[in-house]
């Protein structure tokens, strides 16, 4: 299949080596910066020399289907033919299909159906330090079935961070997996720092201070001015791109403005990853750190936020929380602007306020609400993990309070292994606590209802500003706003074909 493509990028000379190093040790670690091609073409390079299907887990749904489109066009083909996609909700798949994109979310409920992964040559994990708890699990088992069950499937790491002597351990086992690198393709970037000119208040799990989002809104602008090529803008979350779009309405008849989130359809996703006969400002949450290419781009502004997932231990609820951007994020943030020539960042903090960032950001595994990520476990069979290819074990009090819950869900028994309603919540694809509403509210509700609300609570913010649940089920249910209601009609299209218990 690479025979057939001609596009040159930095990854394409290693290749060989990559190939040779699977064919020898069946295991292996492909170290490439964004940009060098690494997730288009060594899935098709791994598909000429393995019998099977060749698997691609990504973290986000937008980037699964955005790597499968790329790789489809790169063969001169629709998707569906030799390379396919499969998200929650959608599949694009067909009988000649030889690789085929999925999210690790999908290939762990894989796993889990039946771990000899039949059919399949290959699994390839790509933007494995991202270190998102589906990843970590997606990695953890299909190390153990690749060693008990599957010896002669290829399985391939895949980062765009140097740190990857842990990945080799952990494929390896006794002798660490081989490491393939390929040079960075990136073009220089030069930082201009524009810190706003009072103090901002400091994230949390409230809003973001307006201040900042004003000035994000007037570093755009500037940035429009100053320098030629299409704007990625860097913001934590879709309400926060709501906002700066709102305040650079008065653009839209020089420049598009687009929207790059993981709650919008599909088809609103694509939009903001083609060119366009116009100047274009992208307004992006994390996702597109690493993991997608928006062609174009000459310039990155750099809210410097994240929204990350956190517990509260003391409730044994998570939440998601608003931090400063990692240095090392930041980074990635900035190569976005290099890609495909000399590009420029805005960073809208201090080069002072900068050195005090944190190196890189916690993996899920350590801050996150476990509760889903241990019902995982006792489904595999492994309720504390051990002995699992895990990059960094569990916190104790956080495994403590999942396994909390998931008793007093029925979900496992004292000795934390699973029971049959617990399956039953594990196979719901939703977050414990939701999936056995979904299951108790079918029997007191209606099946159809319990969806509905369940999908309603499950999608943050779905329902518009409030906390009035009742008012934003109506909202849904009429179609107000169009794109939440079709997201939302797909997810519970979803929930009700989820099994009975």
């Keep these: ?46 598909a000429d020399r393995v019998t099977g299907r060749v698997v691609i887990a990504q973290p986000r749904r937008v980037a699964a289907r955005a790597a499968a489109r790329r790789m489809a066009e790169l063969l001169g083909e629709r998707v569906g033919e030799r390379v396919g996609y499969a998200v929650r909700g959608e599949r694009k798949v067909g009988p000649a299909t030889r690789i085929e994109v999925v999210t690790t979310g999908l290939l762990v409920r894989r796993l889990h159906h039946d771990p000899e992964l039949p059919g399949t040559g290959a699994v390839l994990l790509d933007e494995c330090h991202e270190r998102q708890l589906d990843a970590d699990l997606a990695l953890a088992f299909t190390v153990e079935a690749r060693a008990t069950l599957r010896p002669d499937l290829w399985l391939l790491a895949m980062s765009a961070t140097p740190d990857t002597d842990r990945f080799a351990a952990l494929l390896g086992g006794s002798t660490p997996a081989p490491v393939v690198r390929a040079d960075s393709a990136l073009h220089p970037v030069q930082r201009i720092w524009v810190p706003p000119a009072r103090p901002i208040a400091p994230p949390g799990a409230g809003p973001v201070d307006r201040a900042l989002l004003d000035h994000v809104a007037a570093t755009v602008r500037r940035a429009l001015r100053e320098h030629d090529g299409d704007v990625l803008v860097f913001l934590p979350g879709a309400g926060e791109i709501a906002a700066v779009t709102g305040r650079l309405s008065d653009l839209r008849d020089a420049v598009a403005l687009l929207p790059l989130h993981g709650r919008q359809r599909g088809t609103e996703q694509d939009a903001a990853l083609r060119r366009a006969d116009r100047r274009r400002v992208v307004l992006a949450t994390a996702l597109a750190e690493t993991s997608l290419t928006v062609p174009g781009v000459r310039i990155v502004v750099d809210a410097g936020l994240s929204r990350v997932p ?76 051990v002995g699992l290819a895990l990059p960094d074990a569990p916190p104790a009090a956080a495994m403590t309070v999942a396994r909390d819950t998931l008793e007093t869900l029925g979900a496992v028994d004292a000795d934390g292994r699973i029971t049959a309603r617990g399956r039953s919540i594990a196979a719901a694809g939703a977050h414990p606590r939701l999936a056995r509403a979904l299951l108790d509210g079918a029997g007191r509700v209606g099946a159809d209802r319990a969806a509905e609300v369940v999908a309603l609570l499950a999608e943050e913010s779905a329902a518009g500003p409030g906390d009035d649940l009742v008012a934003g089920w109506r909202r849904l249910r009429t179609g107000v706003d169009a794109g939440a209601t079709a997201r939302w009609r797909t997810e519970v299209r979803r929930l009700r074909a989820a099994p009975p218990p």
């Design 310 to 385: 956190r517990i509260d231990l003391a409730r044994g609820l998570g939440a998601l929380v608003t931090v400063p951007v990692s240095r090392a994020a930041a980074t990635q943030r900035a190569g976005r602007a290099g890609r495909e020539a000399p590009g420029y960042v805005y960073r809208c903090w201090s080069a002072a306020t900068h050195e005090r960032l944190p190196a890189r950001a916690e993996p899920e595994i350590a801050t996150a609400d476990l509760t889903g990520f241990a019902l995982e476990l006792a489904a595999w069979g492994r309720p504390d993990g």
């Design 1 to 46: 299949m690479l025979s057939d493509v001609t596009l040159d990028l930095p990854v394409r000379p290693v290749l060989p080596a990559l190939v040779a190093a699977l064919d020898a040790a069946g295991a292996g670690v492909l170290v490439a910066p964004p940009g060098t091609g690494k997730t288009t073409l060594a899935p098709l390079a791994v």
